[in-house]
């Protein structure tokens, strides 16, 4: 199978393949079957989550790539061609990591002509709108820049509600919000629920009201389609208690009520023996400012058995890495409770987790759940070997590595020592620490998403080049963690500004988070000269001088870190991710890019998802589940708007 699939803008599209699906048993690819078909029915809630428009402006780009008769060979028709397939990548009109408005390429003048040569017949505009007035509506919004500007905006100066134009607040203030949340938390006791997490929060008569989404409320007619499909799979679960927790997240995508999706959670770790996994709800808080509203997700997959191991290994010794930690022991766990690990080959992306995905997962995300019961953590290995074998002799680590020692140890060691980076982040490092009695995600603000990736990141940095990862096997030797801390540093402080536009500051957390441990642990250890930036035939590198003094900076910045989270320490979370994480070096950035710029390759990828189809006996009975990879990006994505698109195009 072909990995690279197609390039656009500063997108690629790859393919990844699902080892081993073929001999499971079918009893096994019907659970993952019905449970992806649940997983693809959520996806226009994640689009009128990023946004209210996106729904409307989707339907409409799609009935002019499907009906325009004027000429398609143009490098205006090319223009609007590059804008919709980077909206399907994004989930809508603001770009899926800067989350600012993605540029159009094409001019009104030229949008007018798209829709008069278009054919509307069979278009249904939202009820009450005259179609003239809903197309200027739409075009006033994919073309006004003073409109829809940002997704997510941390500007710590802002009103961060007013500011951001995603979807999960309607006339509320940041500081309206915040004590409504608040209010309810203060009779919450120790196990609350996860407030605000399923719900749009809105101001009628002067009043604070939330949208609850549910079968009989907001994203209803979705949420049906999602129930119908668990309802399928759970005929196919593997044990009693995946058919419990299947049944305990029916309930809760009724009714609505957090406290069943606490109880989901709480099941969905216990449950350790079945082979197939998935997640699927309003999960994580990146797209929300404030950290409090879920973006819908799901992920289907199934254990890479052998890979496992791996895996396995550190949690059965999860223990040994809380004792060790550098952290206050004020803020270890006295007990690490319930984290398991294993290594997966994902059968589906949906929702948040397509086609961008993350390579790895530690949930649930509550932090009474994590510390009573514990968490479930996986690294997604066909996903990082199909992001390895496309990086394979593209260039990108001859011109950015700072030495052939350092080039010869990435590629010896380098997939292993990313795999097993990830393994010790979602395993152990999210599942570390503990934070005082009444602290929770939303003490941090819009600093706290970038400050738990940065905790799990140095959690996972600072084991890497201890001799317990030789000791138990994981590593072959230390050059194995010394290639690693060279990926991380040369991305952190070098590579990752790919992505960031000429004169624009770092916004995703992930980002902020990768530099603020780059760029702090170069401060901190310049007196020493542990990392240094050089020089060579006017290009700027990174070398690393002194490994172990490295290390011993990771364990200093993570027991700062963990206490931040642990004290809920706003003031001072907000000056680490501020002084290290968010600002960009001009110059450097300008040689970077210029740098990349020869390489022709595009800094973000994502991924299509396979093809999965019933076979069937003449009698009717199936007789096996088949899989496909090679549906073309555009075919997938209008694929997907008209079988899985249940939502209208606006949704109060």
């Keep these: 199978m072909n990995v690279f699939a197609e390039k656009f803008a500063d997108l690629k599209i790859l393919r990844y393949a699902v080892p081993g699906f073929e001999a499971l048993d079918l009893n096994k690819k019907l659970y993952i079957y019905h449970l992806s078909q649940a997983a693809l029915c959520g996806r226009d809630i994640l689009w009128d989550q990023n946004n209210r428009y996106n729904l409307s402006i989707r339907a409409v780009l799609e009935t002019i790539w499907k009906t325009f008769k004027g000429n398609r060979e143009t490098e205006s028709f090319k223009s609007f061609e590059i804008y919709l397939k980077r909206v399907w990548f994004s989930n809508g009109i603001h770009h899926h990591y800067s989350t600012e408005k993605l540029p ?233 409770k319930g984290v398991s690990a294993k290594v997966i080959n994902v059968a589906m992306l949906a929702g948040d987790c397509y086609p961008a995905t993350p390579i790895g997962i530690n949930l649930p995300n509550a932090e009474w759940i994590r510390e009573k019961h514990g968490s479930k953590s996986v690294t997604i290995e066909n996903i990082t070997q199909a992001y390895f074998l496309d990086s394979m002799n593209n260039g990108m680590l001859e011109e950015f590595a700072g030495s052939s020692e350092e080039i010869e140890r990435v590629r010896q060691y380098g997939y292993l020592a990313g795999n097993l980076h990830t393994d010790l982040h979602e395993c152990l490092g999210h599942g570390s620490g503990k934070v005082r009695t009444g602290v929770s995600t939303e003490n941090l603000k819009n600093y706290y998403s970038t400050i738990e990736e940065t905790r799990a990141d140095l959690f996972a940095l600072y084991y890497m080049l201890d001799d317990q990862m030789l000791h138990l096997g994981l590593l072959p030797s230390m050059d194995a963690a010394k290639a690693e801390y060279d990926t991380y540093l040369r991305n952190g402080l070098l590579t990752q500004l790919t992505r960031i536009e000429p004169g624009k500051d770092i916004e995703e957390s992930h980002m902020r988070n990768r530099q603020l441990i780059s760029r702090w642990v170069y401060e901190a250890g310049k007196e020493n000269n542990v990392v240094e930036f050089i020089r060579s035939e006017d290009k700027t590198y990174i070398r690393i001088n002194n490994y172990p003094a490295l290390r011993e900076l990771f364990g200093q910045l993570l027991k700062e870190i963990q206490r931040v989270k642990s004290e809920g320490d706003f003031e001072a979370a907000k000056q680490l991710v501020e002084d290290f994480g968010v600002k960009v070096d001009r110059p450097l950035h300008d040689e970077i890019l210029v740098r990349f710029k020869k390489l022709d390759l595009a800094p973000y990828a994502g991924f299509l998802n396979p093809v999965y189809e019933l076979k069937t006996w003449p009698c009717g009975t199936v007789a096996d589940v088949l899989v496909t990879y090679d549906e073309e990006y555009s075919t997938q994505m209008l694929r997907y708007s008209k079988d899985y698109g249940f939502l209208p195009m606006v949704n109060d």
């Design 104 to 336: 159009v390429g094409f001019t009104e003048t030229y949008f007018s002509e798209l829709v008069a040569k278009s054919r509307w017949r069979a278009f249904k505009q939202p009820s009450g709108t005259k179609f003239e007035k809903f197309i200027a509506s739409i075009q006033d919004v994919i073309f006004n820049p003073e409109k829809e500007v940002k997704r997510v905006n941390l500007d710590p100066d802002k009103d961060l509600l007013d500011a951001s134009c995603n979807n999960y607040y309607k006339d509320v203030t940041q500081e309206e919000a915040e004590t409504f949340y608040a209010a309810l938390k203060t009779s919450a006791g120790f196990e609350p629920i996860s407030f605000g997490l399923n719900s749009t929060l809105v101001k009628e008569n002067n009043q604070m009201v939330e949208k609850v989404w549910k079968l009989e409320g907001k994203y209803g007619k979705a949420i049906q389609q999602i129930i119908f499909w668990l309802n399928k799979a759970v005929q196919y679960a593997e044990n009693d208690l995946q058919k419990k927790y299947i049944g305990t997240l029916i309930q809760y995508y009724t009714s609505g009520d957090l406290a069943l999706f606490d109880q989901y959670s709480i099941d969905w770790v216990k449950e350790l023996e079945g082979e197939v996994d998935f997640m699927n709800g309003f999960i994580e808080v990146y797209g929300d400012p404030l950290g409090i509203k879920g973006s819908w997700e799901s992920i289907v997959n199934f254990k890479d058995l052998e890979a496992t191991k791996r895996a396995s290994i550190l949690s059965e010794n999860a223990q040994w890495f809380e004792d060790h930690s550098p952290v206050d022991p004020q803020f270890k766990k006295d007990a690490v």
